[in-house]
């Protein structure tokens, strides 16, 4: 098999451990090999935390909801059963060195996967420093300034530009390349804990982390309800002052003192008194924050995070939800969209017809939302205006996105025209509804 491979391991953890070898061709790759009965200790864990999250819901129901204590187990597990699952965490590597290919940032070594299964992991050997050894650091000439800086930027780039981030980035998993002293990169290592947010909630969080640069406290109490991470009947001025009273005494600092994962830690455990429901999804995102601005900071202790992070959000944002990317979008979706095309004028005139002769009913199960089932006839004319601006907006971008060099005004595709003046004639329909 191996041409080589050393009985004593390079490092060993309580999951695994890690071997150097060479393999026929002479190549050095590193091993990872499952400590034996690891599935079933894991097992048992997460056994007794379920039971612990059971009897928290049974005596503890009013606080559960909001905690969600069986939602965080169920994260934790999935985290974990993807520690112990070598072929995902190579299939994780894979994916963050296609993202990162040529990249001058970050190096994610090559998986072998022919040397590989499910307990077993083989992988590109790399030497590098670990991220926290400022003395081997120093002593390779690497400019730590701009180490520290790349560092930033490769989390939000992670976070915002591919949904896909290295969730376990202590130094021992983040090394810096002692080759690269003026452009310097960081070298990736161990891909079990990657996390990655539904789109839904990933704009959301992007939206909020704008809205913090900007100082725009009633924008993220706003997105904190849109949401849904908070209940809808907190008011949003008092949410609002409660923002305010957590962010501005961190602006009153030297920006280099500001630390943005301690901003959102804060707003979360702030929020908590207004009934915030607990997010799984957010907790990884969170720890990873903390601990690049942690590393980043050890590099630069001077490290300016805000003006570092802000105009790589701006950027990326305006590349992941600009025009481009959501024709982009929307021409992948086109084949689905003309395909159930033909059926919206019979969906529309069928809803038109019972909302018209009060016909239309919803399916709602709480209380909160049968009251607001009970709507006035203005109300119902709203929603019969809104569907008619949805199809004259959705009219309008199909002749838009099926466009190609054709009839254009003033510059701009007809197509795009017809979208602009649909919405506006929507909307002014909406306020003649009133």
């Known amino acids: 098999m191996f041409k080589r491979f050393d009985l004593e391991p390079l490092a060993s953890a309580s999951i695994a451990q890690v071997h150097a070898a060479e393999l026929p061709d002479g190549s050095e790759v590193v091993i990872k090999v499952l400590r034996p009965g690891i599935e079933q200790r894991i097992d048992a864990d997460l056994a007794l935390l379920k039971a612990l999250a059971n009897l928290f819901e049974r005596h503890a129901a009013s606080r559960a909801d909001k905690l969600q204590p069986r939602e965080i187990v169920a994260e934790i597990e999935r985290t974990l059963r993807g520690e112990v699952d070598l072929q995902r965490e190579g299939a994780n590597a894979s994916l963050l060195r296609r993202n990162f290919e040529n990249s001058p940032d970050l190096y994610v070594p090559r998986v072998y996967w022919e040397w590989s299964k499910s307990r077993v992991l083989t992988r590109e050997r790399v030497r590098g420093i670990p991220s926290d050894n400022l003395v081997e650091i120093d002593a390779a000439g690497i400019d730590r300034i701009k180490l520290a800086e790349k560092g930033v930027r490769l989390f939000y780039t992670q976070v915002f530009r591919d949904n896909f981030f290295h969730a376990d980035a202590h130094p021992g998993n983040i090394w810096v390349d002692p080759e690269r002293k003026d452009e310097p990169r960081f070298i990736a290592l161990d891909f079990g804990i990657m996390g990655a947010l539904p789109d839904a909630d990933l704009r959301h969080l992007a939206e909020n982390f704008r809205a913090m640069f900007e100082r725009d406290y009633r924008r993220v109490a706003e997105l904190h309800l849109e949401a849904g991470w908070m209940p809808a009947h907190v ?47 957010l907790l990884l995102l969170q720890k990873t924050l903390l601990n690049v601005e942690g590393v980043g900071r050890l590099l630069h202790p001077k490290l300016d995070i805000w003006a570092v992070a802000q105009p790589a959000l ?13 024709r982009d979008r929307f021409r992948d979706r086109l084949p689905e969209i003309l395909e159930q095309a033909p059926e919206l004028p019979r969906l529309l005139h069928t809803w038109l017809r019972q909302a018209a002769s009060g016909e239309a009913r919803s399916h709602i199960r709480s209380e909160d939302l049968r009251r607001l089932a009970d709507v006035s006839e203005r109300g119902q004319r709203r929603v019969v205006w809104a569907v008619i601006g949805a199809a004259l907006l959705i009219a309008a971008t199909l002749l838009y996105a099926l466009e190609s060099g054709g009839t254009r005004w003033l510059g701009q595709p007809a197509g795009l025209w017809i979208a602009l003046t649909g919405g506006v004639m929507a909307f002014v329909a909406a306020l003649r509804s009133r």
């Open 235 to 281: 008011r949003i001025d008092e949410l609002e002052a409660a923002v305010r009273s957590v962010c501005e005494p961190y602006f009153t600092r030297p920006l280099a003192e500001i630390s943005i994962g301690e901003v959102v830690v804060k707003l979360f455990k702030l929020a908590h008194r207004y009934e915030l429901t607990i997010q799984p999804q």
């Open 314 to 326: 701006a950027d990326l944002m305006g590349k992941r939800y600009g025009l481009n990317e959501l």
